[in-house]
């Protein structure tokens, strides 16, 4: 505490009238007000400090626990669910919650379909995208509209699409359906590609924009060095640009299949929430969340602890996938 | 040092690259002009989802909008609860996360090379990664199950969850670039420390912290899942957080899955007016960001 002692030097210095700043500086003057240290002011001091380490001390406390405490709590709720049917969540074929039987694979399988197969429509549209706005036009008119309407398609709320989905996409699939009757596919349009088809345009422009960053982050003198060798735009592309950003892309896809395992309200509204393993792309089936969503409110204590061991697994698939992606990413940029 | 470069098989890479790029150049001419025509092809019928969508909410909203659904709520066919209880849910989701989001922020730029902020940083990345529909289970266990009744403040916390990984992140990128000759200046002055963090560092990255509370904002107008058992949802217009309320999102996804067409043409309504409002936000945010954007 010995520089807050020197009172005096600091008045003097607060009342010297030769300071040409003194007219344009007002700030200043709450700087010297902060500096007059008298014995209260420098309790203010130790109390302002003291709580604001406190209550950032609290902040950063909370979101550490937050998903301790989430992950507890989920625990523990779904734990006669636990108790009662054991790792039948995880492979039991039927849910009948009405009878007791409480088999998640059906949801499993549901929602892996659903997000590989959305991965799958939306890889080449994300890969020209990124390659478009990380190659071919940087910059000007065409990067613009393109970078703007992936923002665009990137803010619209997932109920939006849901909604358009079940307007707009699901009569289509229907159409389709009605030409394979004789497979004995039942036209109802909702269906795991329908849900595939809503939840990849949701996902382009998380995975596309990802992988715009890795393609603009490839130094410029390796491409160079590689049209200096007489390389085409697309040899420059497939040697040089696409080895280089392989795993950035790679772990953006990752991050956007966590992404589409957990969407909800879209895939709800479109796949049918059918509680049986979908028979193919065309059969309507459930997701975890959609099933969820669709039966957390009218369940029963047992039900709403299954459903909730359910909310739990889904918790710990994307947190997998949160890291691998992170994971990947990270040991690339250390390199 | 050595370019980071992918190797190919062969061990001298260029002689191995100039081989195969130099092979048959018409082919490749070819093949590049192909690749092109594809790129370009591929990121246009991008656009036509969202000129779909925007097109088909924007007909069917603006044909099924009218005066009625502001004025009236919904046992009188409007929307007029759902409104308010968007826009009271969102502000007391904003009012418990912005707080503590930005002191978050504010620790992880003032710390940032230390491993407690690292352990943090990816904390923050997982709850960011936290599907939605988890968020609202959890709140129904908290909130909901110990007061017994479904609550807007129940909604507003999930909300709130959703909010804080956009805010802390963009409240440490901006305040992280604010100059360290800012904070010491304000040392050198004697300010105690809080003060040198209150008065100097947050108002100097304020753009940054904006910017990410306004796209948190208008993530959660959007979001339906966190709702559907912490909100619930009730037909009356209704100011109070502890009892059950509406939201925009909620009713259109119980009104568009409903048989009954008047329902349906109220939930193209709904979803315009979203829409609208969602981008509006995303459209401000993006000016904003490029007015104040400081450059230290």
């Known amino acids: 505490m010995n520089n807050y002692s020197n009172k005096e030097k600091v008045k003097g210095g607060r009342a010297k009238p030769g300071f040409s700043a003194q007219k344009k500086e007002v700030g200043n003057r709450e700087a010297y007000q902060a500096l007059d240290f008298s014995a209260d002011k420098k309790n203010l001091r130790k109390v302002g400090n003291s709580i604001f380490s406190g209550a950032v001390g609290f902040s950063v406390l909370f979101i550490s626990v937050l998903i301790l405490l989430m992950l507890f709590s989920l625990f523990m709720t779904s734990f006669p669910a636990i108790k009662a049917s054991g790792f039948s969540i995880l492979t039991g074929m039927e849910w009948h919650p009405e009878s007791g039987k409480f088999g998640g694979w059906p949801f499993i399988v549901g929602t892996l379909m659903t997000s590989a197969l959305a991965l799958l429509i939306s890889l080449p549209f994300s890969l020209a995208i990124s390659l478009a706005l990380g190659e071919y036009y940087k910059t000007g008119i065409i990067s613009t509209i393109i970078s703007s309407s992936i923002q665009l398609l990137a803010g619209i709320p997932s109920i939006i699409y849901g909604t358009w989905g079940l307007f707009v996409i699901v009569p289509i699939v229907q159409k389709i359906q009605m030409g394979m009757a004789d497979k004995g596919i039942i036209p109802f349009g909702l269906s795991i590609i329908t849900a595939s088809v809503v939840l990849a345009i949701m996902i382009i422009p998380y995975s596309a924009s990802l992988a715009r960053d890795v393609i603009l982050q490839v130094p410029q003198d390796l491409k160079e060095a590689g049209y200096s060798l007489g390389g085409t735009r697309f040899a420059v592309i497939r040697r040089v640009i696409l080895p280089y950003s392989m795993t950035g892309i790679f772990a953006g896809e990752v991050l956007a299949f966590g992404r589409a395992l957990g969407e909800t309200m879209a895939v709800a509204m479109v796949v049918g929430n059918l509680r049986k393993v979908p028979a193919n792309i065309f059969s309507p089936g459930a997701t975890i969340a959609s099933v969820i969503a669709s039966e957390y409110n009218e369940a029963s204590p047992l039900h709403a602890a299954a459903l909730t061991e359910l909310g739990l697994i889904l918790f710990l698939i994307t947190i997998i996938f949160s890291f691998a992606g992170r994971y990947i990413i990270n040991k690339r940029s250390i390199k | ?296």
């Open chain 2, 1 to 296: 040092m050595e370019p980071m470069y992918t190797q190919t098989k062969e061990d001298n890479p260029v002689s191995a690259i100039r081989e195969r790029i130099l092979r048959n150049t018409a082919k490749n001419r070819i093949v590049d002009k192909i690749f092109s025509f594809l790129v370009a092809l591929f990121s246009i019928v991008m656009l036509i989802p969202l000129v779909a969508i925007l097109v088909f909410i924007a007909y069917k909203g603006l044909s099924h909008i009218h005066i009625g659904l502001f004025i009236h709520d919904e046992r009188n066919g409007g929307i007029l609860n759902a409104i308010i209880g968007s826009l009271m849910m969102v502000l007391m989701a904003s009012v418990i996360a912005v707080p503590i989001s930005v002191l978050t922020g504010l620790y992880l730029s003032e710390n940032k090379n230390s491993r407690a902020a690292d352990v943090v940083r990816n904390i923050v990345d997982v709850l960011q990664g936290i599907p939605s529909i988890i968020l609202g289970i959890v709140a129904y266990l908290w909130l909901v199950v110990p007061f017994k009744s479904f609550s807007a403040f129940s909604g507003s916390f999930a909300l709130s969850i959703m909010m804080m990984p956009i805010i802390i992140k963009n409240t440490e990128e901006s305040l992280i670039r604010v100059p360290d000759s800012l904070r010491e200046a304000g040392y050198a002055l004697g300010i105690p420390r809080y003060l040198v963090m209150l008065q100097v560092v947050i108002p100097a990255g304020i753009s940054g912290i904006t910017t990410g509370v306004l796209l948190s904002v208008s993530r959660i107008l959007g979001e339906t899942a966190p709702l559907l058992f912490t909100a619930f949802g009730s037909r009356d217009l209704s100011f109070n957080l502890a009892k059950p309320a509406e939201a925009l999102p909620p009713l259109i996804y119980k009104y568009a899955t409903s048989p009954v067409n008047e329902w349906i043409d109220t939930a193209w309504a709904a979803s315009f007016l979203l829409v609208l409002a969602v981008l509006a936000l995303n459209i401000i945010t993006g000016i904003l960001t490029k007015k104040w954007k400081i450059n230290y």
